[in-house]
């Protein structure tokens, strides 16, 4: 089994910045693609970003491409999302997740999620 553990939310004023990190155990998740979303209250899940797994190709919904940052470093199984230029509409819980389908945006493909954590940007 593997569990996947999010740290690194907050509160922030608009502007600033937050790194978000997401730590799997219970087995290596270096042929997985890694993901970030993010639900709102009230709001659906949506896709923020994902990272192949060798780390060389990144995805971003256009919310926050030029903003968030995605990498990982398979040798500490760890990933991490570096939000620049926090808005007060990226306020919302965000969770990593993993799943074998390379490249994946849908939230149905990942197979394995964290717990979430928050992130609240004032204005």
């Known amino acids: 089994q593997v569990q996947l553990v999010e740290s690194g939310g907050g509160l922030v004023q608009a502007g600033g910045s937050l790194r978000l990190s997401c730590a799997a155990s219970?087995?290596?998740?270096?042929?997985?693609?890694m993901g970030w979303f993010r639900q709102a209250p009230g709001q659906e899940r949506e896709f923020v970003a994902a990272?192949?797994?060798?780390?060389?190709?990144?995805y971003y919904a256009d919310s926050v491409k030029g903003r968030f940052t995605i990498s990982r470093d398979n040798a500490k199984n760890t990933g991490y999302l570096q939000m620049n230029s926090l808005k007060p509409e990226d306020t919302a819980v965000y969770y990593c997740?993993?799943?074998?389908?390379?490249?994946?945006?849908?939230?149905?493909?990942?197979?394995?999620w964290g717990q979430g954590t928050q992130v609240t940007v004032s204005s």
């Open positions: 997740a993993a799943t074998a389908f390379y490249g994946s945006r849908r939230s149905i493909e990942y197979e394995y």
């Open positions: 990272i192949s797994w060798r780390g060389g190709i990144t």
């Open positions: 219970g087995r290596t998740l270096s042929t997985y693609t």
